[in-house]
T-cell receptor, first 114, second 109 residues
Framework: DTAVSQTPKYLVTQMGNDKSIKCEQNLGHDTMYWYKQDSKKFLKIMFSYNNKELIINETVPNRFSPKSPDKAHLNLHINSLELGDSAVYFC?????????????FGPGTRLLVL | KNEVEQSPQNLTAQEGEFITINCSYSVGISALHWLQQHPGGGIVSLFMLSSGKKKHGRLIATINIQEKHSSLHITASHPRDSAVYICAATSQGAQKLVFGQGTRLTINP
């Protein structure tokens, strides 16, 4: 009964491929996020959705496309993978008014692009 | 310069020592979060505060809004406290977290 789950946990792929990472939360939260953690362990917001609607879209290449089929799921699709996309990607969720709400993180997906 | 700065970046201490990690931010915030990232990679939210002080077990978080500064304290530190501690701020009016660079804490037995 994991609160926020991500699949896969590890993803190794070749440059140029297209891949997806899935995220699901069973907390009943309306707001979900994608974060990227680089090799120096620095976390940065990529996207945020509230009730299936995109509310935050940071300066992220448009090769990255989030999709929220329902408020419990926020998937991340990456086209034409590049070496620099190698990182750990974390999904998180919170109740609305996310600024003053605790965020719950998934276990992370380690992406390695060769 | 990052909007959220932590110090120190690395901290090694002996079991039992009192630990302090500092966080300064340069923007107006609506909330300040402290997160813990375990060696295995998982991230757990420890505290969220917008004023004053919060305590949970051996962990204490304080914030001074006027000085734009927060501290995380660990009393009677233990090797299982070894982790990366991350400070994150939510700007006023925004819903996104802006993260500090993290403090890697190692507690030796």
């Amino acid at each position: 009964d994991t609160a926020v789950s991500q699949t896969p946990k590890y993803l190794v792929t070749q440059m140029g491929n297209d891949k997806s990472i899935k995220c699901e939360q069973n907390l009943g939260h309306d707001t979900m996020y994608w974060y990227k953690q680089d090799s120096k362990k620095f976390l940065k917001i990529m996207f945020s959705y509230n009730n299936k609607e995109l509310i935050i879209n940071e300066t992220v290449p448009n090769r990255f496309s989030p999709k929220s089929p329902d408020k419990a799921h926020l998937n991340l699709h990456i086209n034409s993978l590049e070496l620099g996309d190698s990182a750990v990607y974390f999904c998180a969720s919170s109740r609305p008014s996310g600024s003053q709400e605790t965020q719950y993180f998934g276990p992370g997906t380690r992406l390695l692009v060769l | 310069k990052n909007e959220v700065e932590q110090s120190p970046q690395n901290l090694t201490a002996q079991e039992g020592e009192f630990i302090t990690i500092n966080c300064s931010y340069s923007v107006g915030i609506s909330a300040l979060h402290w997160l813990q990232q375990h060696p295995g990679g998982g991230i757990v939210s420890l505290f969220m505060l917008s004023s004053g002080k919060k305590k949970h077990g051996r962990l204490i978080a304080t914030i001074n809004i006027q000085e734009k500064h927060s501290s995380l304290h660990i009393t009677a530190s233990h090797p299982r406290d070894s982790a990366v501690y991350i400070c994150a701020a939510t700007s006023q009016g925004a819903q996104k977290l802006v993260f500090g660079q993290g403090t890697r804490l190692t507690i030796n037995p």
